[in-house]
């Protein structure tokens, strides 16, 4: 016998949001190590840093990946009520495929966060810069 649910077929933001977090966590899981990625970078280095028109911009972060972390380079967005998310993956790339040490950029995060009635785009900007330290 199968039972109905008692849940909306509507899918809420914070639903949203969780499906994207399970999503990204099944993606970290099953994403090779930085070793067999990327084998000749022996720790990668990233830095974010945040500007936002409202009052609250989160703060500036580091986060330091050695051999056996998962070459996974996408981050939510730090807003918890947005679902966007910063997909560096592209970026790691190409600093790793033109044996440069560093490199720098910018981008808009692409979600939409909870606003009175609604949503609207988040409009967070993530300044970051990814140093590579070769083997």
Known sequence: MKFASAKSSKTTKSEGRGLTRDRQR??????PPLRVSFPK???????FSFSDLGPFTPAPQ????????AAYFVYPCPYTDCDGE????????????ADEQCCDGQMKCNGQRRVDKGTAPCGLTLEYSIEARRT
Request: no cysteine; hydrophobic share 45%; glycine share 4%.
């Open 26 to 31: 099944r993606d970290r899981a099953t994403t």
């Open 41 to 47: 970078i022996a720790t990668l280095k990233i830095e």
């Open 62 to 69: 580091t986060t330091v990946l050695h051999p056996p972390a």
């Open 86 to 97: 910063f997909n560096l993956g592209p970026a790691v790339s190409e600093l790793a495929a």
